[in-house]
């Protein structure tokens, strides 16, 4: 007789139906990839503001070393700069310092973490992005973030910008994770954390799209659970304000409100006073600027809007309101943002970098309306009369161009500019160390890239030079933490906030064993900005590193990367100097 088991039938639930995957590209791929470019910036690009150096990276380089330079912006008096972003950066370093003695190994590991967090809030956007609009617009967005150079430069930089763009990644990533709910409290907490801890203005950034959920609240009449989630998402943001006051208030020994502050000091500083100081440039600043590091994608991003637009108007029956109003709160806050920063006088690159996230979705949605006519089929259409092949090789050939132009002008960035990170490693040599404990910095003040480069206990020191501004000064050495803090909450001499020389920041040029210095055969000696790299008599080369001539190099040399091969011409070739660690001579003695 047959088991009982072998002859019932046991009905079987038919297997569900496999649902598709909303990624082209699955997300660890996503996340391996933008690694990648992260790591690479990370350990090759260059510092591109002394900002980041001064107000950053040396405040960190005290925490963990006990010594470094102190810009006027971290003194009690103004107060516009917060310990808590600086001292979450300063804690990977220490933590990397319980495994690596080399203080130039901490530096690359707090960048090399950097890189990390920007990937992971690249690849939760993209995944927002596919699942809320559409797979290919996730594939396109993370194109233009992988292979851009702005993203490049900005995804490791260690800036108030670039913590607020990781932010709004995060903020943009919650608006549109609408899966189980509006994650409207979540994506404010996001927005407010980079407003607070990094950089204020960049709160502007989620006005659309508020506005975009009360709009969305009063038509389906659920505006109380709106008010409910910007409440709940505003208390959020008050506990991380009280955090950075407390983290504040204990280096600082008074309260301040240091995103009140900063934004006090740049629109109601008063005459003779602002960010307007320190330069103005003209309205096409961005422009330009956003063409360099983002090419076609800018121009994409810019025409968003307008294909929107014309999306409605000709596809009205299949676009509701909704979506559409959805789709201008998205685009919106580049334009904004655009807007804004372009009618201050005042422009730097970084102040680009919040925005970043929003001109890669621009531009992958404005890309993603022109696939989809390149791609339709209709009889009455002029596009249709192009072969299918024809319309997929053009558009491939563009997007692999951009990448090309990205890639190029990237890896022409590094080739060009990044001799700072690399000279002075001879000071890591104990026979080298040992000769002195300064290294002096004259007209290339503004390329030194932290004292994470110079060995235990070696500082940094300026010497006169054409620039008339306001150099950094010095912490108060400091061996515990306890003293750390005292001496963070002393005011420092000779600091304003008017970019007034301070003749009591230099020493004289006989007092340095160690000095950095540039030679250009093009440019000419002066006074106070002698050739000491020719001076074989008081002066020997460590090393040196090529960089780049801008003034002798032509645009295109400038712009991208250009090989050294014969047969292009010399007007094309890229023009270098040297960037050098000079050793004074045993036989000319220093004066202490």
Same mark, same amino acid.
């Given at each position: 007789?047959?088991?009982?088991?072998?002859?019932?039938?046991?009905?079987?639930?038919?297997?569900?139906?496999?649902?598709?995957?909303?990624?082209?590209?699955?997300?660890?791929?996503?996340?391996?990839?933008?690694?990648?470019?992260?790591?690479?910036?990370?350990?090759? %690009?260059?510092?591109?503001?002394?900002?980041?150096?001064?107000?950053?990276?040396?405040?960190?380089?005290?925490?963990?070393?006990?010594?470094?330079?102190?810009?006027?912006?971290?003194?009690?008096?103004?107060?516009?700069?917060?310990?808590?972003?600086?001292?979450?950066?300063?804690?990977?370093?220490?933590?990397?310092?319980?495994?690596?003695?080399?203080?130039?190994?901490?530096?690359?590991?707090?960048?090399?973490?950097?890189?990390?967090?920007?990937?992971?809030?690249?690849?939760?956007?993209?995944?927002?992005?596919?699942?809320?609009?559409?797979?290919?617009?996730?594939?396109?967005?993370?194109?233009?973030?992988?292979?851009?150079?702005?993203?490049?430069?900005?995804?490791?930089?260690?800036?108030?910008?670039?913590?607020?763009?990781?932010?709004?990644?995060?903020?943009?990533?919650?608006?549109?994770?609408?899966?189980?709910?509006?994650?409207?409290?979540?994506?404010?907490?996001?927005?407010?954390?980079?407003?607070?801890?990094?950089?204020?203005?960049?709160?502007?950034?989620?006005?659309?799209?508020?506005? +975009?959920?009360?709009?969305?609240?009063?038509?389906?009449?659920?505006?109380?659970?709106?008010?409910?989630?910007?409440?709940?998402?505003?208390?959020?943001?008050?506990?991380?304000?009280?955090?950075?006051?407390?983290?504040?208030?204990?280096?600082?020994?008074?309260?301040?409100?240091?995103?009140?502050?900063?934004?006090?000091?740049?629109?109601?500083?008063?005459?003779?006073?602002?960010?307007?100081?320190?330069?103005? +440039?003209?309205?096409?600043?961005?422009?330009?600027?956003?063409?360099?590091?983002?090419?076609?994608?800018?121009?994409?991003?810019?025409?968003?809007?307008?294909?929107?637009?014309?999306?409605?108007?000709?596809?009205?029956?299949?676009?509701?309101?909704?979506?559409?109003?959805?789709?201008?709160?998205?685009?919106?806050?580049?334009?904004?943002?655009?807007?804004?920063?372009?009618?201050?006088?005042?422009?730097?690159?970084?102040?680009?970098?919040?925005?970043?996230?929003?001109?890669?979705?621009?531009?992958?949605?404005?890309?993603?309306?022109?696939?989809?006519?390149?791609?339709?089929?209709?009889?009455?259409?002029?596009?249709?009369?192009?072969?299918?092949?024809?319309?997929?090789?053009?558009?491939?050939?563009?997007?692999?161009?951009?990448?090309?132009?990205?890639?190029?002008?990237?890896?022409?960035?590094?080739? %060009?500019?990044?001799?700072?990170?690399?000279?002075?490693?001879?000071?890591?040599?104990?026979?080298?160390?040992?000769?002195?404990?300064?290294?002096?910095?004259?007209?290339?003040?503004?390329?030194?890239?932290?004292?994470?480069?110079?060995?235990?206990?070696?500082?940094?020191?300026?010497?006169?030079?054409?620039?008339?501004?306001?150099?950094?000064?010095?912490?108060?050495?400091?061996?515990?933490?306890?003293d750390r803090l005292e001496g963070a909450s002393q005011i420092p001499s000779g600091m304003n906030d008017l970019n007034?020389?301070?003749?009591?920041?230099?020493?004289?040029?006989?007092?340095?064993?160690?000095?950095?210095?540039?030679?250009?055969?093009?440019?000419?000696?002066?006074?106070?900005?002698?050739?000491?790299?020719?001076?074989?008599?008081?002066?020997?080369?460590?090393?040196?590193?090529?960089?780049?001539?801008?003034?002798?190099?032509?645009?295109?040399?400038?712009?991208?990367?250009?090989?050294?091969?014969?047969?292009?011409?010399?007007?094309?070739?890229?023009?270098?100097?040297?960037?050098?660690?000079?050793?004074?001579?045993?036989?000319?003695?220093?004066?202490?």
């Open positions: 007789m047959a088991d009982k088991a072998e002859t019932e039938y046991t009905p079987r639930t038919p297997p569900s139906k496999a649902q598709p995957s909303p990624f082209f590209v699955p997300l660890n791929i996503i996340l391996y990839l933008c690694l990648i470019s992260n790591g690479l910036a990370a350990l090759y %690009a260059p510092i591109q503001d002394c900002d980041e150096v001064f107000n950053f990276w040396e405040p960190a380089h005290y925490l963990q070393h006990g010594y470094g330079l102190q810009t006027w912006e971290y003194s009690p008096v103004y107060s516009i700069r917060s310990w808590l972003y600086v001292s979450l950066h300063a804690a990977v370093g220490k933590l990397a310092s319980t495994f690596l003695e080399s203080k130039s190994a901490q530096f690359y590991v707090i960048r090399l973490f950097l890189a990390f967090f920007c990937a992971a809030c690249q690849t939760r956007l993209y995944s927002a992005i596919c699942r809320s609009l559409n797979p290919r617009i996730g594939v396109l967005f993370i194109t233009i973030v992988i292979f851009s150079p702005g993203t490049f430069h900005a995804a490791t930089g260690f800036l108030p910008s670039t913590f607020t763009m990781c932010t709004s990644m995060l903020g943009l990533a919650a608006f549109l994770n609408i899966k189980g709910g509006p994650k409207t409290a979540q994506g404010i907490m996001w927005f407010g954390l980079g407003a607070i801890v990094g950089w204020p203005f960049a709160g502007a950034l989620i006005l659309p799209l508020l506005v +975009e959920e009360i709009i969305i609240g009063c038509i389906s009449r659920s505006l109380g659970s709106v008010l409910y989630a910007i409440f709940d998402g505003g208390m959020r943001c008050l506990y991380i304000m009280i955090l950075e006051v407390a983290i504040d208030y204990a280096f600082f020994r008074q309260v301040v409100l240091v995103p009140w502050n900063i934004v006090a000091y740049n629109i109601f500083g008063g005459e003779g006073k602002g960010p307007d100081i320190f330069g103005t +440039e003209p309205w096409t600043f961005y422009i330009r600027n956003l063409l360099l590091n983002f090419n076609i994608w800018f121009v994409l991003a810019l025409l968003s809007a307008p294909l929107l637009l014309i999306q409605v108007l000709f596809h009205l029956k299949s676009t509701s309101i909704q979506r559409f109003g959805r789709s201008i709160a998205l685009v919106a806050p580049f334009y904004m943002w655009l807007g804004i920063f372009t009618l201050q006088p005042h422009k730097e690159e970084r102040f680009m970098y919040p925005a970043y996230p929003f001109l890669a979705l621009n531009a992958a949605l404005s890309c993603h309306l022109i696939l989809a006519y390149l791609g339709s089929s209709y009889s009455n259409r002029t596009v249709s009369r192009i072969p299918v092949d024809i319309r997929l090789i053009a558009v491939v050939s563009i997007i692999l161009a951009a990448v090309h132009a990205g890639m190029l002008r990237s890896f022409g960035m590094i080739t %060009a500019y990044n001799a700072p990170l690399n000279v002075l490693q001879p000071l890591q040599q104990v026979n080298v160390s040992q000769t002195g404990t300064s290294v002096c910095l004259g007209k290339e003040w503004y390329r030194f890239p932290s004292s994470y480069f110079l060995p235990h206990n070696m500082h940094a020191k300026f010497i006169r030079s054409e620039f008339r501004g306001l150099l950094p000064g010095e912490f108060p050495d400091a061996p515990s933490y306890l007034i020389e301070d003749p009591t920041k230099y020493i004289d040029v006989s007092e340095c064993a160690f000095l950095v210095d540039s030679y250009f055969p093009g440019r000419e000696a002066t006074e106070l900005e002698p050739h000491y790299i020719l001076d074989d008599s008081q002066w020997e080369t460590l090393q040196c590193a090529s960089f780049l001539d801008a003034t002798q190099t032509s645009l295109i040399g400038r712009l991208i990367w250009v090989p050294g091969l014969s047969f292009i011409p010399d007007s094309l070739q890229r023009k270098w100097g040297q960037y050098c660690l000079l050793q004074r001579r045993a036989n000319d003695k220093i004066v202490q």
